[in-house]
Nanobody
């Protein structure tokens, strides 16, 4: 059974950094695009960042571009999100997700929630101002 488990969330002051990790189990996802989404209180879940299965292509929401970096470790079946210069508006529950379609073009980076088939339970990130 596929399971995605996020970790690394917590409380941080504005301007600080956090590194989120997502560990996948149940099958290998080395051939699948992976992404991060977030949902703030009272808002819909939104796209944050995604990475192709090769790791050669990434895509970011405008709101996090230049501050967040997505990376993956296929050997460990993990994806990470390094978050720097955090702002209060980054406060949200962060979810990792995996696209079940394997071996898309190495440049394909899905950004829609409907593109992703497996989801974690989320990790809370709270940025205090």
């Amino acid at each position: 059974q596929v399971q995605l488990v996020e970790s690394g969330g917590g409380l941080v002051q504005a301007g600080g950094s956090l590194r989120l990790s997502c560990a996948a189990s149940g099958r290998t996802f080395s051939g699948n695009a992976m992404g991060w989404f977030r949902q703030a209180p009272g808002k819909e879940r939104e796209f944050v960042a995604a990475i192709s299965w090769t790791g050669s292509s990434t895509y970011y929401a405008d709101s996090v571009k230049g501050r967040f970096t997505i990376s993956r470790n296929n050997a460990k079946n993990m994806v990470h999100l390094q978050m720097n210069s955090l702002k209060s508006e980054d406060t949200a529950v962060y979810y990792c997700a995996v696209d079940a379609r394997a071996y898309l073009s190495g440049y394909d980076v899905p950004v829609g929630q409907g593109d992703y088939d497996f989801w974690g339970q989320g990790t809370q990130v709270t940025v205090s101002s």
